[in-house]
């Protein structure tokens, strides 16, 4: 079992930044391939960005490449979100998730193992 914990959620004006962390705890973390995805209200769950195992290949959705980076600390157990030049169109709730295996990019919500509760991200006008 993996049990991942996200947070740096909140709510900022239109050009901000936050930082999301996804902690995780159980299973060898660097095993893992850590995916981002947000889903907003009465929308489907859609992929952001993924970091893979070995914290080298990373992949984004276009909408937030340039303005999203996704990385890692295996020796934190921790995963992150680094969002800056914020949208209103990025408010969502984020969710972290836990990828085992050779998969790639892991696009898709079905190709993960294990998710956090997320933490909601709100963008201001």
């Known amino acids: 079992q993996v049990q991942l914990v996200e947070s740096g959620g909140g709510l900022v004006q239109a050009g901000g930044s936050l930082r999301l962390s996804c902690a995780a705890s159980?299973?060898?973390?660097?095993?893992?391939?850590m995916g981002w995805f947000r889903q907003a209200p009465g929308k489907e769950r859609d992929f952001v960005a993924v970091i893979r195992w070995n914290g080298i290949n990373t992949y984004y959705t276009d909408s937030v490449k340039g303005r999203f980076t996704v990385s890692r600390d295996n020796t934190k157990n921790t995963a992150y979100l680094q969002m800056n030049s914020l949208k209103p169109d990025d408010t969502a709730v984020y969710y972290c998730a836990a990828a085992y295996g050779t998969n790639w990019p892991l696009t898709v919500t079905l190709e993960y193992d294990y998710w956090g509760q997320g933490t909601q991200v709100t963008v201001s006008s």
């Open positions: 159980g299973r060898t973390f660097s095993s893992f391939s």
